[in-house]
């Protein structure tokens, strides 16, 4: 009995990760920077299993503009600084929304595990 009701508690806790990561990407494609006429980058977002972990990232190839597009960067042409690209945060406050929405998730689906 006891080993069944771990067994199920297991699949709880990994289907509410699950969940929670499939509506945070759903949030990064929602409001991530879209470029006039592309969005490849906001298109882009995915989760994936690495390890037993649900892992959420950007595909290639614009993978490399996550830390340009939440940080900002310099614009540089022929090596002369000629602006700054303002910082567009979207990864943040969904990670904040994750961290915050995770444990509720787990209280309430481990409160009807049988």
């Given amino acids: 009995v006891l080993g069944q009701y771990t067994k199920n508690v297991n699949m709880t806790i990994q289907s509410v990760f699950d969940i ?3 509506d945070a990407v759903q ?27 649900d892992v959420i990232y950007n ?3 614009t ?9 900002g960067h310099d614009v540089v042409r022929n090596g002369q ?14 990670e904040e929304w994750v961290q915050d929405e995770l444990p509720k998730r787990l209280e309430e ?3 009807h595990v049988d």
Avoid: F
């Fill in 63 to 71: 993978y490399r503009l996550t830390h340009l597009l939440e940080n």
């Fill in 27 to 53: 949030k990064l494609k929602n409001t991530s920077p879209k470029a006039p006429g592309g969005g490849e980058y906001a298109k882009n977002w995915s989760v994936k299993k690495e390890y037993g972990r």
């Fill in 20 to 22: 929670t990561a499939r």
């Fill in 81 to 94: 600084k000629v602006g700054e690209a303002k910082a567009q945060p979207h990864i943040k406050p969904v």
């Fill in 59 to 61: 595909k290639a190839p």
């Fill in 109 to 111: 689906a481990l409160g």
